[in-house]
């Protein structure tokens, strides 16, 4: 039995390449428009009213309609506070992966051949919620180990330069820091400067 053929990829320019993926944004641009439209609508008719009514429940029955300077960190450790920003913060995250994970399954399925209706994907986005979680959760770290590795060369210059005596000069004075001497000195020339332009001033309306 003879082997199969192997067939060798497929290649493609690059201007067919740019085409196939312009047609595809085009004809998906209609589902991505009406997607965040559905989302939008989800977001302020059913999301945002159940957060102010747990904003309600957690503030206002405190005694806290608005919150003042004072009373924001005793707010924050006590036991509704650490509940509330575990709750608002863990809402805001699944917010952030239906919107999101919702356009991809959108993209993904232009890419396989299959057009994916909006309804049905934002639908397939909070079944997947779970999922979509854990994807965030796993991935986070590695993005705030990229930030921090970005972050680093200014911590050092901070701490570095923290107590040094560099600093920025105005344009009026010298360029160059002075010494004790001649700080001393040019203080004493400008005292002596501003003495002999005043005494000339009375000189001056003594004559006139």
């Known amino acids: 039995m003879l082997p199969k053929e192997e067939r060798s990829p497929k290649k493609y320019r690059l201007a067919t390449l740019f085409r196939n993926s312009f047609n595809t944004f085009r004809i998906s ?3 991505t428009i009406a997607y965040q439209v559905l989302f939008l609508l989800l977001l ?17 029955t405190k ?15 006590s036991i509704r506070g650490l509940i509330a920003i575990l ?4 809402v805001a ?5 239906i919107e999101k994970f919702g356009l991809l399954f959108i993209t993904v399925s232009y890419q396989n051949g299959k057009r994916l209706p909006p309804f049905s994907a934002l639908r397939q986005s909070v079944k997947k919620l779970p999922v979509e979680l854990a994807v965030v959760a796993i991935k986070a770290p590695y993005y705030a180990a990229l930030i921090a590795l970005f972050l680093v060369p200014g911590v050092l210059t901070y701490v570095f330069f923290l107590d040094s005596w560099f600093f920025i000069q105005n344009k009026k004075t010298s360029q160059f ?13 400008a005292a002596d400067y501003d003495s002999i332009k005043s ?7 003594r004559i006139i």
């Open 177 to 189: 820091p002075l010494s004790h001497e001649e700080g001393d000195y040019k203080t004493k020339y």
């Open 44 to 60: 302020n008719i059913v999301i945002l009213p159940i957060l102010y009514i747990i904003y309600d429940f957690l503030f206002v």
């Open 199 to 205: 005494k000339f001033r009375r000189s001056n309306k």
């Open 87 to 90: 709750l608002f913060a863990l």
């Open 93 to 97: 995250i699944a917010i952030f992966c």
């Open 29 to 31: 641009l209609y589902d």
């Open 63 to 77: 005694g806290y309609p608005a919150l003042v300077n004072t009373d924001v960190g005793s707010f924050l450790f």
